[in-house]
């Protein structure tokens, strides 16, 4: 399939979309349903800054660098896309998937629906969302295909082909 990586952001983004509108319309911020203990449970939170909540009510702001960076996905797909580069691409979508569905709160609440939350002992993880997953997912594969490109160009640049004399 020629743009697997459209269908893989089409993909998030539907998850994304479709589990914000069951959390937040079942309950109030702040409710939380213990899935495992206090280790994972669903918490609605309502975020309007970025991740870690930094840069709190940036609406206009968080809108045109998530637009600007979804053009630059969209340039870096069409020019990578016949590369071969598989993991790249599925890194991309997933990407693309999770910025287009975080966009969404931003523009028509203003604000990010989130309520995976993590506890490691006393320490509680930022809440997050399926698109946040294939964010990370997603940063985590292009340094994956970096350093296996990077190990690939340098075996190509060993093997090639130069008789070497001691």
Known sequence: MKSFYYLVAF?????DQITKKIVSGGMEVGDQISVIGEFFQIQL???????FSILPNQRLFFIVITIA????????????????????????GLIFGGAIGNLID????????????LTFGSYIFPIFNIADIGITIGV???????????????????????????
């Open 106 to 117: 931003r523009a028509l609440y203003g604000e990010v629906v989130d309520f995976f939350k």
């Open 69 to 92: 960076v979804l053009i630059g996905i969209i340039w870096y797909i069409r020019r990578n896309r016949s590369s071969g580069r598989v993991l790249l691409m599925l890194a991309l």
């Open 140 to 166: 985590v594969l292009i340094l994956l295909d970096t350093m296996l490109d990077a190990k690939n160009q340098g075996a190509k640049a060993q093997g090639n082909g130069d008789i070497q004399l001691d």
């Open 11 to 15: 993909v998030v983004l539907v998850l």
């Open 45 to 51: 939170y309502m975020n309007n800054g970025a991740a």
